[in-house]
């Protein structure tokens, strides 16, 4: 049986697809116009501009938390910080905007690819789910541009989707944050087994459990389950971080056996739309 790889080397991996997917959607946004610019994305509020805009910001940020975390000098900013921090982003020339969120994309990943593996998985980093490993900002930090990516293409194409290959180094930092991505007011009391059943880099059986106003989500499939899904592991990854459009429930990409109804107590649940 090989053995899982070195926290050194996932997270070069990790840094490599963050930075094809910091070029891919640097190359994507250079040949907008300016009403491409500003045009809305799948995030209610925010034009392409601003989608950029926040994730270059926050590749800085993220890489001052982490420079910070390891010199024992936590740095956290509060949301009118962010806001400012993203808004004087948002201002510079669009010709500006994707060379910077390659740059800062590159600068983080050459930092945290050369520590060691006691700093990259030891809990560090101050955020909001608590003191967190270098590593799990490094896979948050790819979740943000492949899922971004994904926002500021799906308002024109309805087929698009997140890189498999992206997505299938996101699959277990997924199942850890799906219970933080569910809303309890949309599971009410229910009680109800999901058995995932994903396609592609990354994909295999998976459970999503209600029970309680709460997700529990793990590898594995449930002993029994109300209904199964059958999908690729990047459209698994969009349900549970509410961006599988209700259409898709519809279309070849989805198949479901079982109860439907249980099916879109997850879709709701996660905030798809």
């Known amino acids: 049986m090989a053995a899982d790889p070195s926290p050194q080397t996932q997270v070069k991996t990790v840094g490599a697809a963050a930075r094809r997917e910091a070029a891919t959607l640097a190359a994507e946004v250079r040949s907008l116009d300016a009403a491409g610019w500003e045009a809305p994305s799948w995030c209610v509020g925010w034009s392409v501009r601003e989608v950029v805009a926040h994730l270059a910001e ?13 010199d024992g000098e936590p740095v956290e900013f509060s949301m009118p910080e962010r806001d400012a921090r993203r808004a004087q982003v948002k201002a510079l020339p669009t010709d500006e ?30 955020m909001a ?31 698009a989707t997140v890189d498999a290959d992206a997505a299938g180094l996101l699959v277990d930092w997924v199942l850890r944050g799906a219970p933080r991505q569910a809303r309890r007011e949309a599971l009410a009391n229910a009680m ?5 059943e994903t396609s592609g880099p990354g994909g295999g059986p998976l459970t999503l459990a209600a029970h309680g106003g709460t ?24 349900l ?17 056996d079982g109860d439907r109804e249980a099916v879109l107590l997850f879709w709701r649940a996660f905030g798809n739309r």
């Open 240 to 256: 549970v971080w509410g961006r599988l459009p209700r259409a898709a429930l519809d279309a070849d990409v989805v198949r479901i």
């Open 215 to 238: 997700v529990a989500a793990r590898r594995g499939a449930p002993e029994t389950a109300d209904a199964t899904i059958h999908l690729p592991a990047e459209a698994w990854i969009r």
């Open 129 to 159: 789910a608590g003191l967190t490993p270098i590593l799990q900002v490094a896979e948050l930090r790819l979740a943000e541009l492949a899922l971004h990516r994904w926002d500021t293409r799906a308002p024109t194409d309805p087929t």
């Open 192 to 196: 109800a087994s999901l058995r995932c």
């Open 58 to 70: 926050g590749m800085d940020r993220f890489g001052q938390q982490v420079r910070g975390a390891l």
């Open 97 to 126: 905007l994707p060379t910077l969120l390659e740059r800062r994309t590159a600068a983080l990943f050459d930092h945290i690819e050369g520590l060691g593996p006691d700093d990259l998985t030891r809990p560090l980093v101050p």
